[in-house]
């Protein structure tokens, strides 16, 4: 049961009891959460601390009730849960701006609906697939919020990240606040090494204004999620049935961060160490549509590549050399389409970045710098995205393949872009994986 789910159990229970004596110990073991954890998750998902939602509903409901004379607003009161009529009547007013009786007396309304989570926050499934995979959600939107961020490399970054955060945020008064912080983490791309140690970042939420000299602070834009409870020692399992759910939904492995949510630090320090530690698993998702299957025939193209130490400094040479050859055989290249490959982000001693533009079968070329070839082609995934994207483009066609348990073909990945009159700004990048047939 993720933490929405928790929270809706909790409004569930507060509904059920408006006209009775309601203890927060009470609503909050129905979220099977400590009442001070219970505070800060609540107020960070429904927007109001638990005592504002109690007060307000009871109020609304109260607003309804005045509108039968023959109920005395002193019973109203009491059922409401108010110990007199002058509590009742200032709650009520502070609320309302309308003193009951004279709210009575104009017709006034006022109304605070029941808060579904639910149905606010979730997608509506298919049943048959919900029905197998009852514990997989899809959270339609994880709103945008601001995060202070803290990475730790090692054998255990997760325990070490976490601790200094929590000491940070302890330094930084975050966590003298009364309600509403979330805490977030996930391993950082690419930083597994041969030992076993890799890097761990964390998040805090932090309000909107909030700034720091010590830690870089964020604003994460959010996304669509899958999302399901798992515990430490179930993480692989997880993203096994991640992997079965995915086959078989409406959606694909999206480009934004996978996140793991962790409870508030007072349960973390306590339960960190233990295997049944439960976290929420978030798995980036986009509707269907964004991968698609195609092949590219052998076909001959026209190329330049360029190599150095800097790697900048060779992308720039080799658009450049390609970029003008083509301006000026641009009459015998009216159907071309440019691929890219090059050495990637990887640490290496010498850069490399190949330009290709395909050309006729009987094209001909002279030319000090551009050469000639075929260039073989092969089966490919393919995704569009945008520069400032194009790198989280690779990493999603990593984590899918890798989802999926698909096998990387041998025949060489490339970018397609689309350059109008041959020159920048580009249109469009296309990223070609390559798959077996």
């Known amino acids: 049961m993720n933490y929405y789910e928790r929270i809706q159990k909790s409004i569930e229970y507060i509904e059920r009891n408006l006209e009775n004596p309601i203890l927060l110990e009470d609503v909050a073991a129905e979220a099977f959460m400590s009442l001070s954890n219970f505070y800060k998750i609540f107020f960070a998902i429904v927007g109001y601390t638990v005592k504002e939602y109690i ?124 309600y509403g912080y979330r805490l977030f983490g996930f391993d950082v791309a690419g930083s597994l090494k041969e030992d076993g140690s890799h890097g761990y970042e964390v998040w805090l939420s932090v309000p909107d204004d909030f700034e720091s000299e010590e830690l870089p602070v964020q604003t994460f834009p959010g996304g669509l999620y899958a999302v399901t409870t798992t515990t430490i020692g179930e993480i692989e399992a997880t993203w096994n049935l991640f992997r079965e759910w995915l086959k078989v939904s409406k959606y694909d492995l999206g480009t934004h961060q996978w996140l793991e949510e962790h409870l508030p630090f007072q349960e973390w320090a306590q339960y960190r160490s233990q295997q049944e530690y439960k976290i929420d698993l978030y798995m980036p998702i986009t509707e269907k549509g964004g991968k698609q299957k195609e092949c590219i025939h052998p076909t001959k193209v026209a190329y ?124 469009e990048i296309k990223v070609l994986y390559p798959i077996n047939d």
């Open 55 to 178: 007060r307000f509903r009871r109020i609304s409901l109260a607003s309804a009730w005045l509108y039968d004379d023959h109920m005395k607003i002193i019973d109203i009161a009491m059922q409401c849960g108010y110990q007199s009529a002058d509590a009742f009547a200032r709650s009520f007013r502070e609320i309302t701006g309308f003193l009951p009786s004279v709210f009575r007396k104009q017709n006034k309304t006022f109304a605070f609906e029941r808060i579904c989570i639910m149905d606010q926050y979730f997608e509506t499934q298919d049943q048959a697939l919900s029905e197998k995979y009852p514990n997989i959600k899809v959270l339609k939107k994880l709103e945008p919020f601001r995060v202070v961020c803290y990475a730790a490399y090692g054998t255990s970054p997760e325990d070490d990240a976490l601790a200094y955060m929590r000491q940070w945020a302890e330094q930084a008064g975050l966590l003298n606040e009364k």
């Open 304 to 427: 330049y590549r360029a190599t150095g130490l800097d790697r900048e400094e060779v992308a720039m040479e080799s658009w450049n050399v390609m970029l003008s050859w083509a301006q000026a055989n641009r009459s015998s290249l009216e159907n071309s389409k440019i691929y890219v490959y090059n050495s990637g982000m990887r640490k290496v001693k010498n850069h490399f970045q190949e330009v290709m533009i395909t050309v006729d079968d009987d094209f001909e070329c002279v030319d000090k710098k551009v050469k000639l070839k075929w260039f073989d082609g092969g089966s490919y995934l393919s995704m569009k995205t945008t520069l400032p994207s194009l790198k989280d483009a690779w990493n999603e066609m990593g984590r899918w393949m890798a989802l999926t348990k698909s096998k990387t073909a041998r025949h060489q990945w490339i970018e397609e872009w689309s350059l109008p009159d041959f020159s920048f700004p580009e249109e």
